[in-house]
Nanobody, 127 residues
Framework: QVQLVESGGGLVQAGGSLRLSCAAS????????LGWFRQAPGKEREFVAA????????YYSDSVNGRFTISRDNAKNTVSLQMNSLKPEDTAVYYCAADSQSPPNRVTASSYEYDYWGQGTQVTVSS
């Protein structure tokens, strides 16, 4: 059974940092693009960041570009999201996702391209 499990969420003050991790089990995702999405209360799920399975391309939403960094470790089957300079508007449930059909260099913000999803981890940024 394929599973993506996020960890690292929590409560942090504005300006602080958190590092989210997502571990994949059940199959290897070394040939899958990986992404992070988030959903705040009352809002639709939105794209945050993605990394190609070739590890050569990354893509960020405008709202997090310059503050968040996505990385992957194929040997450990994990993807991480380093979040710095956090703002209250970053408060959301964060989900990792895998696009198992992606070409080597593709990164996409479209949630429809991702076929595996984690259960989410809560990030709360206080002002």
């Amino acid at each position: 059974q394929v599973q993506l499990v996020e960890s690292g969420g929590g409560l942090v003050q504005a300006g602080g940092s958190l590092r989210l991790s997502c571990a994949a089990s059940g199959r290897t995702f070394s040939s899958a693009a990986l992404g992070w999405f988030r959903q705040a209360p009352g809002k639709e799920r939105e794209f945050v960041a993605a990394i190609s399975w070739s590890d050569t391309n990354t893509y960020y939403s405008d709202s997090v570009n310059g503050r968040f960094t996505i990385s992957r470790d194929n040997a450990k089957n994990t993807v991480s999201l380093q979040m710095n300079s956090l703002k209250p508007e970053d408060t959301a449930v964060y989900y990792c996702a895998a696009d198992s059909q992606s070409p080597p260099n593709r990164v996409t913000a479209s949630s429809y391209e991702y076929d595996y999803w984690g259960q989410g981890t809560q990030v709360t940024v206080s002002s």
